[in-house]
């Protein structure tokens, strides 16, 4: 079934320029946008405080999510699929091993950490964001679709435990959200 979704979501690469370049952007430029939208919402008008919240909650998602694909890494030497005759490679070839995709970890660490915020409309557009740049990911090539899945899973497992540790209005929070 992977393998299935894989050569699906891959199959049109190479064949379309123009759905080629968009794809390589949102797959080469999909993260920073991201992470530089969440970074502008911490001078957002608003409910200042609670935005500040969730803008640091963001943040330490996709930091600890990230770390936790290191460990996972460290388990799990999957090939990328293009390597194993799977995909059709259309950007440069990673070296590390293709599970779980980083990048879907990093977008689905945001866009959870958002999630039970109150902030629907920038959920919204960050959870478009997001599954643009996980859908790139396997059109270009780098990665199975289960790879993006694993990454999904990591940045939601992460964005749980911070919201769990991270509380808002805690004497951490008041702090942290206070600066500037």
């Known amino acids: 079934m992977d393998r299935f ?10 064949a379309h320029p123009f759905i080629d370049a ?23 008008p608003g409910e200042r405080p609670h935005v500040r919240h969730v803008t640091i ?3 330490l998602s996709f930091l600890l999510g990230l770390g936790i694909n290191q460990v996972v890494l460290l388990l799990v030497d999957r090939v990328r699929p293009y390597d194993a005759g799977v995909s059709h490679l ?3 070839p990673s070296a590390d091993p293709s599970f779980p995709s980083d990048h879907a970890t990093a977008v689905a660490a ?27 990911r396997v059109y270009v090539g780098t990665h199975y679709a289960s790879d993006v899945l694993g990454g999904m899973a990591t940045g939601f497992l992460a964005a749980v435990a ?10 951490l929070d008041r702090l942290a959200t206070g600066i500037f």
């Open 110 to 136: 945001i866009v959870a950490a958002f999630c039970c915020t109150g902030l629907g409309r920038r959920t919204a557009i960050l959870a478009l964001g997001a599954l643009l740049v996980m859908w790139s």
């Open 162 to 171: 911070v919201r769990l540790v991270y509380r808002e209005g805690s004497r």
């Open 22 to 44: 968009v794809m390589i952007a949102l797959t080469q430029f999909g993260v920073p946008l991201m992470v530089a939208f969440v970074a502008l919402q911490w001078w957002a």
């Open 57 to 59: 909650s963001a943040g």
């Open 90 to 92: 259309i950007i440069a």
């Open 5 to 14: 979704v894989t050569v699906t979501l891959n199959a049109p690469a190479g």
